[in-house]
T-cell receptor
Framework: KNQVEQSPQSLIILEGKNCTLQ??????????LRWYKQDTGRGPVSLTI?????NTKSNGRYTATLDADTKQSSLHITASQLSDSASYIC????????????FGTGTQLKVEL | DAMVIQNPRYQVTQFGKPVTLSCSQT?????MYWYQQKSSQAPKLLFH???????NEADTPDNFQSRRPNTSFCFLDIRSPGLGDAAMYLC??????????????FGQGTRLTVV
């Protein structure tokens, strides 16, 4: 069964600290993996997209890694800000799946003063 | 500038009263998707249009219908909303559906409340 699992489910960190979110998937065959940020009551916004051949991709303070062999990805947030408080969703696209997105349930991040 | 626009942002409807949610896009993308997202859950794909070709997910209830009168607009019709249909409804678009790295752009969502 094609699944995407994320950990931790929720996380609280202090402003300025770094954090790393994890994503494991069983989706196969693999096409690409995406990280989205979803603010409460808003639609998801794309942070990164990585294909099989890409190990890391950065977008400002966000750095995503991908290990396609172990089917794991991580999202590292550097120097967190209050505005980083959101749900971070890992999404995997299956090759030949018509760009159908398989969503993880997200990690709820809260950044506090 | 908003590229995928959903209206309204918040919709309250009565149990059993038909309701229509709207999505428009300025990207001229071929594919438009509708997702249902319940609290603390991942979005669930209801259906998508590839151009005029409608693709329903196998487990989407018949209560949910969709229309795409032109490239820019797509509607979600809920014929007889039940309490269990209360959710955030997300519209998304993508240029294509088969290629790698085809980005999906989401709207802000419509929060549906059924009373």
């Amino acid at each position: 069964k094609n699944q995407v699992e994320q950990s931790p489910q929720s996380l609280i960190i202090l402003e300025g600290k770094n954090c790393t979110l994890q994503c494991n998937y069983t989706v196969s065959p693999f096409s690409n993996l995406r990280w989205y940020k979803q603010d409460t009551g808003r639609g998801p916004v794309s942070l990164t997209i990585m294909t099989f051949s890409e190990n890391t991709k950065s977008n400002g303070r966000y750095t995503a890694t991908l290990d396609a062999d172990t089917k794991q990805s991580s999202l590292h947030i550097t120097a967190s800000q209050l505005s980083d408080s959101a749900s971070y969703i890992c999404v995997v696209v299956r090759e030949g799946g018509g760009n159908k997105l398989t969503f993880g349930t997200g990690t709820q991040l809260k950044v506090e003063l | 500038d908003a590229m995928v626009i959903q209206n309204p942002r918040y919709q309250v409807t009565q149990f059993g009263k038909p309701v229509t949610l709207s999505c428009s896009q300025t990207l001229n993308h071929n594919v438009m998707y509708w997702y249902q997202q319940k609290s603390s859950q991942a979005p669930k794909l209801l259906f998508h249009y590839y151009d005029k070709d409608f693709n329903n997910e196998a487990d989407t209830p018949d209560n949910f219908q969709s229309r795409r009168p032109n490239t820019s607009f797509c509607f979600l019709d809920i014929r007889s909303p039940g309490l269990g249909d209360a959710a955030m409804y997300l519209c998304a678009t993508s240029r294509d559906r088969g290629a790698q790295n085809t980005e999906a752009f989401f709207g802000q969502g419509t929060r549906l409340t059924v009373v």
